[in-house]
């Protein structure tokens, strides 16, 4: 006699254009539908022997539930998505005019600190990160240790975050 499983294989191979009609109706595509009618056959080859009294609506059950799991999965991540991007990125052109006023005159301050900064800290700062000179490079160029142009950098930085925060 054979088993559940084999008989639900058995049942799936010939209900197959069914069930795809069925889950496709439940994803909205034929691609999610296939998808999920693999992970039925998946799921059948687990099954252990039960009592089961009509196997084709077992089945088609099977297919629907996994279906509508499916679909909750990826509107779940669809949320997830569009929550990360707003957080990365934020709303597109939401920034309202003074945040944009503040961000200008944070800028200001940054850029006025930085030209007042002492040499060759600011040269070292605008060529590392205005012209994407390498560390080495600098310190090569100055006759200096990599330490050196790092101890530079950290000091420029500190400076520039001052006057950034500075209102």
Do not use: C
């Amino acid at each position: 006699m054979p088993s559940l499983a084999q008989s639900l294989t058995a049942l799936l191979v010939s209900e197959h254009a069914a069930l795809l009609r069925r889950t496709t109706r439940i994803v909205g595509s034929l691609t999610a539908a296939e998808d999920v009618v693999q992970r039925l056959w998946l799921k059948v080859q687990q099954i252990e022997d039960a009592a089961v009294r009509n196997p084709r609506a077992y089945l088609f059950r099977l297919a629907s539930n996994l279906a509508i799991d499916h679909r909750r999965a990826e509107a779940a991540r669809q949320r997830i998505q569009a929550r990360a991007e707003t957080y990365l990125w934020g709303p597109i052109g939401a920034a309202s005019a003074e945040a944009s006023v503040i961000d200008r005159q944070a800028l200001a301050r940054v850029l006025d600190a930085l030209e007042v900064l002492p040499d060759p800290g600011r040269t070292m700062f605008r060529l590392n990160r205005f012209e994407d000179k390498r560390i080495v490079d600098i310190a090569a160029l100055y006759g200096v240790s990599t330490t050196t142009v790092e101890n530079h950098l950290r000091r420029v930085l500190a400076q520039l975050r001052i006057a950034r925060e500075t209102s």
